[in-house]
Nanobody, 130 residues
Framework: QVQLVESGGGLVQAGGSLRLSCAASGRAFGSNNMAWFRQAPGKERDFVAAIIWSGGSTYYANSVKGRFTISRDNPKNTLYLQMNSLKPEDTAVYYC???????????????????????WGQGTQVTVSS
């Protein structure tokens, strides 16, 4: 099991930037694929971005491609999401998630499926005003 704690959310104007962090503890962070999802009020939890265990490959939802960047610092057990050019439609609670399969690689569709992630953080609110 991995314990995940997100931080860095807040209120920002459209066009602004935020950097989310997710601190992981409990087991070897560096062996797990990680992802960010988000959930707006009344909507399902949607995929935002994923990064494989080594950091060598990343995947993004079309809605954030070119604006958001996912990264990880394995020695610090921390996952990041740099969000630029924010839009009001980015408003949501953002969750980080861990896939407990160690050193696992698959096709791109695998990483965007929330059912493939086992542990979740409590979420951090991001609000973008117009």
């Amino acid at each position: 099991q991995v314990q995940l704690v997100e931080s860095g959310g807040g209120l920002v104007q459209a066009g602004g930037s935020l950097r989310l962090s997710c601190a992981a503890s409990g087991r070897a962070f560096g062996s797990n694929n990680m992802a960010w999802f988000r959930q707006a009020p009344g909507k399902e939890r949607d995929f935002v971005a994923a990064i494989i265990w080594s950091g060598g490959s990343t995947y993004y939802a079309n809605s954030v491609k070119g604006r958001f960047t996912i990264s990880r610092d394995n020695p610090k057990n921390t996952l990041y999401l740099q969000m630029n050019s924010l839009k009001p439609e980015d408003t949501a609670v953002y969750y980080c998630a861990a896939d407990l399969r160690r050193y696992y690689s698959s096709g791109s569709d695998y990483y965007s499926d929330k059912d493939n992630y086992d542990d979740w953080g409590q979420g951090t609110q991001v609000t973008v005003s117009s």
